[in-house]
């Protein structure tokens, strides 16, 4: 939760750039019942493939329906060597910390 209040006060301060990745490690069923608009998909059993395509040092947004898949993957990537990696908790929650819609496929 700590992470939480970290992520808002950057948030609020303008330090969090456009220069982002968001991921949803949730189901391919949920993510197409409706997730933030640029999200990728990624199951978190499965995080560990973005290493064929994303550098180490960009920065990883992570959420899923309340937090827990997001945090197991969170885990997996910073123990990959990955440096800038935020579980950003639940779907809406992330929504409205991103400012970003939900959208329906």
């Known amino acids: 939760m700590k992470a939480f209040y970290i ?4 948030f609020s ?5 456009d220069e982002y990745l968001i ?3 949730r189901t391919k069923e ?3 019942s409706g997730h933030i608009e640029n999200a990728s998909n990624i ?3 499965n995080i560990s493939i973005i290493q064929e395509k994303i550098t180490k040092d960009k920065k990883i947004y992570l959420y899923c329906r309340s937090g827990n898949r997001s945090q197991k993957a969170t885990d997996i990537l910073i123990k990959l060597g990955y440096e ?3 579980n950003i908790g639940g779907l809406k929650e992330a929504a409205i910390l991103l400012d ?3 959208v329906n496929d």
Not at 7 to 10: G, L
């Open 7 to 10: 992520f808002i006060i950057f």
């Open 23 to 25: 991921i949803d490690v």
């Open 100 to 102: 970003k819609k939900i």
């Open 30 to 32: 949920e993510f197409q």
């Open 43 to 45: 199951q978190w059993q």
């Open 84 to 86: 800038d990696v935020l």
């Open 13 to 17: 301060l303008g330090i969090i750039s």
